[in-house]
């Protein structure tokens, strides 16, 4: 029976991620920087584990106590929008350690397992705003493009141990809490300034025609697990499939 470890459970697309392993037979450990016993089922195949992809320590720890795993779902991510000018650098650096480092540490710190199995796979989760440009994402964007060539890159050097890297990029999902857990509120990212431009932005993306589901990105987090081909991208979402068919 195969174990899966997916970062960032608490809620979205993690939290449906693992509904969805648990479902199809996996061990799952579902981790949270807040472990939460009852948004999960409970089973002697779901474990939750406590996991901050910024600490060493934690990493370690979670690693640790979750014993050998087949793939690793980096899921966690902190989402922003707003004007760039508008967001102070503290914050841009706060995005990059969940989002960017903390994805690459993740990935460090299983590698040596799956390469001396000679099996495994990392799938990490970015974005469709890495397949188009997005106004006032500037910095999520950066955030997310800087994993998509990270795994492309690592998709190469993993393939000589047989250990496979993916990418599943969601797109807009209006259900999920995006921008929420970032400690700083869109109101304060968008001056006065930046108003007259964003208004029609945030009206468009109100009533788009295609979006994404947590469901949607689940099912993408499935088939890339499962996928041993040298396909690298999964885009997940109607409108991320969209994107992804006109780049």
Not at 27 to 47: G, K, Q, Y
Request: net charge neutral.
């Amino acid at each position: 029976m195969r174990t899966v470890l997916i970062t960032g459970c608490s809620s979205g697309y993690g939290l449906e991620t693992a509904r969805l392993f648990h479902a199809n037979g996996w061990n799952v450990v579902a981790t949270m920087r807040t472990p939460r016993e009852d948004i999960l089922p409970r089973s002697d195949r779901m474990r939750i584990v406590r996991l901050d992809v910024t600490e060493p320590e934690s990493i370690s720890a979670a690693l640790e106590a979750s014993g050998p795993i087949d793939a690793l779902v980096n899921n966690a991510g902190i989402g922003v929008v707003g004007a760039f000018e508008a967001t102070p650098m503290a914050h841009v650096r706060k995005i990059f350690e969940t989002n960017t480092f903390g994805v690459m540490a993740m990935t460090q710190a299983v590698i040596p397992q799956f390469r001396a199995r000679k099996s495994g796979v990392v799938v990490n989760v970015t974005s469709s705003v890495t397949l188009a440009a997005m106004p006032l994402a500037a910095a999520y964007t950066a955030s997310k493009t800087a994993i998509e060539g990270f795994t492309g890159s690592l998709a190469h050097e993993l393939a000589a141990f047989g250990v496979r890297a993916k990418l599943v990029e969601p797109g807009y999902a209006p259900s999920t809490r995006f921008s929420q857990n970032t400690g700083v509120r869109i109101e304060d990212l968008i001056p006065e300034t930046y108003a007259a431009f964003a208004r029609p932005i945030f009206a468009a993306f109100a009533n788009l025609a295609l979006i994404t589901t947590e469901s949607d990105v689940a099912d993408a987090v499935w088939r890339a697990v499962n996928d041993t081909s040298e396909q690298l991208h999964f885009p997940a979402g109607a409108d991320a499939v969209a994107l992804a068919r006109a780049s």
